[in-house]
């Protein structure tokens, strides 16, 4: 590595762990303060506990995409499980099945759909981005199959009561310290990261590659059943589509993540890239953006991050 | 050997799925509900089509879910105001390959990934489709023009011909042509086809030109079909353009993108949701079919090693 000028500005950005962390909670910060000067309603009591709820559930489907990003996978189906989950709740809700049992059954249904993901890229080999795709027509079919298209309403407090605070948080906090305690803690964690940089080496280390991929597709699909649960909960009812703008989120808050904290912090970042994402776009919302236009918007920042990403992967290649 | 039965179990299938079809309701194999087949099929096959010029250069192309609902919006409100059908055509096919040119650069110029740079390019025409029907539906009642989209050649639907005429088009310039083994090239190994002296960064961006100069095709017989402009009419061909694209790969050159299994997944994909029509099932039954489909094919056409996704 030669050492000059260029590599040497390119050093702090890399090697420093408190950038990784200080970057993201500085932007965090300045966001609030310019909405909140912009619009003073911004930091109402009320608007910050309406984004924390937003930011737990785009957190949760953030954590679940970050996990499946970082070993090499991507899981485009993520929004439709997240949805699926809470459509099956609230069938079951609305003809009396305990409030327990449905959100288990929920996250049941979610979790087989995890199974065919992760089966179709780890055993049959199905590049990810295709299975995850089929599966994504499937759960739509599946999905007005149910419901016949229509809206399920009504659901009973006992359930809507989830989708009050504290309650999304802790769920997030909850998901968050597992994510955590799994890939920057354990040895599964470092496994998977490892397939994420060189699936090649993992295998001829020994690592059980097909495994290890098989259970991302498991964690993004349960912490989606989650983000879904959630989100029905908190409207209190559930439509046929619920759940599926969650996919890009999800996708640009992990994405964004990975940039800001680097690879290696895949739940933090996660959470860092969630909270700007949601943050930013509640703020904008609220300055009275056209929605067409937060599409746009959430878009340049997909661009700006992968710009970002090859900025710094670029950093590292020297 | 193992390919050979790969290639000829799916058609096998799609054999055994026309069977049934025909089964439950004769109406299926007529001359009539064939054409049917055609003109529903036409723009996702051109879309498809333009789509799969960019794979087989190793890039992605996702712009066609907005460039193709812009040119839409556009045209059918330039009709409306009575512009010149001409001019207005030529204007959006250039606008179309502006985008195109757009893509091509970014991807080609500054090496930035096409999932990215295409997905960008996607909720730019987006919005500035939003910015210019303001989400509302611009109804079509130039007859003339209908015509063109609703009018027959020879006992085929003028559609159909587009479409057809676009696929031989193409194959003649992907696999007969030079430019055509370029893109091949550069698709099955770019490192080698830049030593061997071919402009990568050229035909890259002459493959998303020519993907852009078929998206503003389609997004202009789109309208013509319908009889209006819908807003976002991109956003229906998102998904089952690119997997037309991914069951072509399960056929005439497995597990390369390629045109005419393209052209054909597309026809597989239309003829599936007309079959099902016509047996009287349920609409959604289409996304469900359609993905078990795509899920089955590829798996198939598919080694059993694990692929990954990069960023």
Known sequence: ?318 | MRKRISTYSFLIVVGFIIMFFTFVNPRFLTWTNFCTIFKQNAILSIISLGITIVMITGEIDFSYGGIVGLVGAIFAGMIEKNYTPISVVFLLLAVAVGFGVMNGFLVSYLRLPSFMVTVGTMFIAMGLERAYSSGLTCWIKNEHLLVIARGEFLGFPNLGWFSLITLLILVWLIYFTRPGSHFRSIGGNEKAAREVGISVTFYKLLAFMLAGFLYGIAGILEPLRVSGAIAYAGQTYLLPALTSVFLGTTMFYLGQYNIPGTFVGAFIMTMLMNGLTLAGLPFYLTPLFQGILLVIAVAIASDRKIKQVKF
Not at chain 1, 113 to 129: D, E, P, Q
Not at chain 1, 286 to 313: E, R
């Open chain 1, 1 to 318: 590595m030669k050492l000059n000028a260029i590599t040497a500005a390119k050093q702090p950005l890399k090697s420093n762990k408190y950038l990784r962390i200080l970057i993201p909670l500085l932007l965090l910060g300045s966001i609030i303060l310019i909405f909140g000067m912009l619009k003073p309603a911004y930091v109402s009591f009320g608007n910050i506990l309406n984004l924390l709820s937003e930011f737990s559930m785009v957190g949760l489907v953030s954590i679940g995409m970050a996990i499946v990003l970082s070993a090499g996978q991507v899981d485009l189906s993520i929004g439709h499980i997240a949805g699926i989950s809470a459509v099956v709740t609230s069938l079951l809700l609305v003809r009396g099945v305990s409030t327990f049992l449905s959100i288990l059954l929920g996250i049941g249904t979610s979790t087989v759909f995890g199974i065919l993901n992760g089966f179709l890229t780890a055993y049959l080999g199905v590049s990810s981005f295709i299975g995850s795709l089929g599966t994504m027509f499937i759960i739509v079919g599946v999905r007005y199959w149910l419901t016949g298209g229509a809206t399920i309403m009504c659901l009973p407090s006992s359930y809507t009561a989830l989708g009050k605070m504290p309650y999304p948080l802790i769920f997030l906090i909850g998901a968050f310290l597992l994510a955590f305690f799994l890939m920057d803690t354990t040895a599964l964690g470092r496994r998977l990261y490892l397939i994420g940089e060189n699936l090649d080496a993992s295998e001829l280390c020994g690592i059980r590659i097909r495994q290890e991929t098989f259970i991302v597709f498991i964690f993004s699909a349960v912490f989606g059943a989650f983000a879904g649960e959630i989100l029905a909960a908190r409207q209190g009812l559930a439509n046929v589509d619920i759940g599926d703008r969650f996919m890009m989120e999800a996708f640009i808050a992990a994405n964004l993540g990975r940039v800001l904290s680097g690879e290696r912090l895949v739940a933090l970042g996660a959470l860092f890239g969630s909270a700007l994402l949601v943050f930013l776009i509640g703020g904008l919302t609220m300055l009275g953006v056209d929605p067409s236009w937060l599409n746009f918007i959430k878009g340049s920042v997909f661009l700006a991050t992968l710009i970002g990403s090859i900025i710094t992967k670029r950093g590292e290649e020297e």
